[in-house]
């Protein structure tokens, strides 16, 4: 059983960068994020493997950069110039196969235009 903790996500002006950190109760090997926005089903963002692999959405790439620390049991999701769209609220969990256990309470990212 792993418990996954969201923070970071908040309100930011269209452009701006925000720093959503992810903890984890204990180590696990692949992590992704999600997120979810109003209305619609919620959506793979990025992963990073046990050896700090990653990938993106296509909607993401470039502008977003995933990573971790190992010793913290923490995912960080470096957001570069956000857009309205990438508002949402913003999950980790295991990848490639989210447990639905262990979905936290997310994190709330609000992109003003």
């Known amino acids: 059983q792993v418990q996954f903790v969201e923070s970071g996500g908040g309100l930011v002006q269209a452009g701006g960068s925000l720093r959503l950190s992810c903890a984890a109760s204990?180590?696990?090997?692949?992590i992704g994020w999600y997120r979810q926005a109003p209305g619609k089903q919620r959506e793979w963002v990025a992963l990073?493997?046990?050896?700090?692999?990653?990938n993106y959405a296509d909607s993401v790439k470039g502008r977003f950069t995933i990573s971790r620390d190992n010793a913290k049991n923490t995912v960080y999701l470096q957001m570069n110039s956000l857009q309205p769209e990438d508002t949402a609220v913003y999950y980790c969990?295991?990848?490639?196969?989210?447990?639905?256990?262990?979905w936290g309470q997310g994190t709330q990212v609000t992109v003003s235009s």
């Open positions: 969990n295991t990848f490639p196969r989210p447990r639905n256990e262990y």
């Open positions: 204990t180590y696990t090997n692949a």
């Open positions: 990073i493997t046990s050896g700090s692999l990653t």
